[in-house]
């Protein structure tokens, strides 16, 4: 259809028809929700602030006891007149926000008077010349308190550079074996029998073979990572063994760590391969265990907790046993993860956030309170008589679990994260892989040689990373 | 005098914005990527050691730009004719169904990165995943290919997720363009005697050569800023590093390392090779002699 003549084309004498007014209803807006939101009333800041990631400790400090009373907070509110406020914030988001606080230095910052700090986070923030790290040294607060003697002294490394502590410990996480003990039954093998990694890696091949001939040619003796290094390091650490020290010296090139990432590839390839990747995803791991797939893992006490949430099936299936070792000066345990509570430098009253963190932390409260949404197992050597740590759990057929956790708190090796700490890992990882490569390429010969090479030149890269990156020099 | 200067009194807020938002913080990425930093007080001038060092000594870097450059050849490769091949099924006049295929097809882009990388990771994952379920079936025993697992495997499971992602979206441009070109010149060239091949690469190829100009520099763009689809499917770097890309590598630096002047460092160099591989492209294409 023709257009009518001057259709589609702007009347010269009104070249803008209407355009002024979207464009001032627009500005209108833009002003009006402006004003709106710089008129809104700020909301009032508690006296303190608590920033957490995890979620049972928003919970232990927020809910109040099942049998009534107040929560945590509250009570401190009531017994010092000081109100908190504890937020919850997802990790990322958390790091996120406190190290552009710690890097900002606004003091008009809305900086949180306590935070909880996750151990593979923790290394960054000791990036700074000690006197220049964002959080706030808690020797002081310590040598006063009468709980530091208390405290597993193994436990204060991770959250300390140069003698400072910078955190409170919430957790040991000592490191245990789980183990399907009906399968392993029905297979004839006692696993518990094993004192040694390389016994309990002949049980775990008897085991298959069992399977192997019994329609279960899939299933795997253990659940071992392949692709990346935090269980090789628990290996490591059980013979104490830190990638990196607390002087950021590089062990890597140390010869029980290519003997053991030698040991530790033939568990996952070759012929002799014991051990299988779990589905990644927190809750697919425990239903592989549940189906049968892996039938053994290495249980931190808060694996032991998502065990129950996500497979609780295996109720009275599964056991637990202290890790075998390689040598008799091993430790039968090793420790996996850790979280911290510290103080930021720039906290508004650290005296204040001092006696929060001791009554979250250390009071007899604070722990009651965190037993009630944790099972994990505390970092203070005299509450670990406590009669709740003593009685048998019936996922694990009744089994102490607690007290075998406990008894393995004591002999956890120390841990230190440093800047460099996941540069080494990661160089790790890559050495891992390359032998899981060579295994599966070329069996085990000359193995542990070749992954000696491989460490010395993972470790001088690190070095160069050590050079490149040291603030303390 | 007024209606001169009009435009740029409405360009105002938005050169503000810009100015304030997007170029002072660009500059400052620039001044930081000079300097290493921890903590407030802690800010050294190191002149061009950060480039150095990630161009002599940092080995994840070139990984990671290795992983970033094939996997952006293999998506451009493999993306843009398969959308100009899906195009012209789906333009064709007989087709039934055709507007019900073509949202199915384009639907795959609307669910964004970070969703796919679930769908994928139910698809590829071990043992229970689909992928392997069904060759377990067609193999009468279970099959466990380690998608996610094996190191070989990694790019290709992440470049799968990004073609199923991203051709239906190229074929939109594609569809477009192919609605755009004149019937005449399908008959003028079956008159002359050409046949199908030589209709294509005579008619239909260069009315489409603008929107294969245009996604080969978005899908350029779009691979070397990779950074969802395999941190939530490889739940971080991948089996040997094989799926970490320079942006996940950049991040990591920055809020895993806590070391910003560095991660600077990255960003200005994606953003120089970005800058030169798209030049290199838009001229291999001719398309900047156009201009």
Known sequence: ?473 | MTRRRAPYLFLSPLLVVLAVFFFWPLYQSLVLSFHTTAGPHTRRFVGLANYRFLIGHDRLFWLAVANTVVYTAALVLIQVPASLGLAMLLNQRDLRFKHSLRFCFFSTYLIGQVFVAVIFFALLGPRRGAMNEALGYIAGRPVDAGWLTRPNLALPAVLLAGLWMSIGYGMIYFLAALQMVDASLYEAAALDGAGRWSAFWNVTLPAVRHVLVFLVIVGTIGGFQLFELPYVLMQGPGPNYRALTIVMYLYSTAFDRGDLGYSAAIGWLLVLLLGGVCLAQLKAMGALEEE
Request: charged residues 20%; contains cysteine.
């Open chain 1, 1 to 473: 259809m023709p257009l009518e003549k001057g259709a589609g084309t702007i009347p010269v004498n009104n070249p803008m028809p209407h355009q002024g007014k979207p464009i001032f209803m627009l500005a209108l807006l833009a002003c009006v929700s402006g004003l709106a939101v710089l008129a809104r009333p700020a909301t009032p800041r508690a006296d303190l602030t608590v920033w957490v990631f995890a979620e049972d400790e928003a919970e232990t400090f927020r809910q109040a006891p099942p049998d009534g009373g107040i929560s945590l907070i509250q009570r401190f509110a009531k017994s010092t007149g000081s109100s908190v406020q504890v937020d919850l914030i997802a990790q990322r988001a958390l790091d996120a926000r406190l190290m552009s606080l710690f890097m900002s230095d606004d003091p008009t910052a809305d900086t949180p008077d306590l935070v909880e700090i996750d151990m593979a986070s923790v290394g960054k923030y000791f990036r700074p010349p000690t006197g220049d790290v964002g959080l706030l040294p808690l020797n002081g607060f310590l040598a006063d308190s009468k709980e530091m003697e208390n405290i597993l002294p193994s436990r204060l490394a991770p959250w300390s550079k140069g003698g400072l502590i910078f955190g409170l410990p919430r957790d040991v996480h000592p490191v245990t074996l789980t183990y399907r003990k009906d399968l392993f039954d029905q297979a004839g093998v006692d696993l518990e029998a094993a004192r040694t990694w390389p016994e309990f890696q002949e049980k775990c091949l008897q085991f298959q073979r069992y399977w192997s001939e019994h329609g279960s040619p899939g299933r795997m003796a253990l659940e071992l990572f392949t692709t990346q290094s935090e269980e090789l390091l628990l290996m490591l650490m059980q013979q104490q063994v830190n990638l990196v020290d607390e002087r950021n010296r590089i062990e890597l090139a140390d010869p029980k760590v290519a003997q053991t990432l030698a040991f530790y590839a033939q568990l996952v390839a070759g012929p002799r391969r014991i051990a299988a990747d779990t589905i990644p995803g927190t809750a697919f791991g425990y239903r592989d265990l549940a189906d049968g797939n892996v039938c053994a893992m290495l249980t931190p006490d808060w694996r032991a907790a998502y065990l129950k949430q996500y497979a609780p099936e295996l109720a009275g299936k599964v056991r637990m046993m202290p890790l075998p070792v390689f040598d008799q000066t091993d430790a039968p345990t090793s420790t996996w993860g850790g979280t911290m509570i510290g103080i930021p430098r720039r906290a508004r009253n650290p005296g204040a956030s001092w006696k929060l963190l001791e009554f979250l932390c250390l009071s007899p409260e604070g722990l009651e309170a965190r037993r009630r949404y944790s099972e994990i197992i505390p970092p203070l050597k005299n509450r670990w008589n406590d009669a709740v740590y003593q009685s048998g759990d019936p996922f694990f057929g009744g089994q102490p679990i607690d007290r075998l956790y406990i008894e393995l708190a004591g002999q956890i090796p120390t841990r230190y994260v440093t800047p460099i700490s996941i540069n080494a890992q990661a160089a790790l990882s890559v050495v891992l892989n390359r032998a899981v490569g060579y295994v599966n390429e070329h069996g085990q010969e000359n193995l542990q040689g070749v992954c000696a090479g491989w460490l010395a030149e993972a470790a001088a890269q690190v070095r160069q990373w050590v050079s490149y990156g040291d603030f303390d020099r």
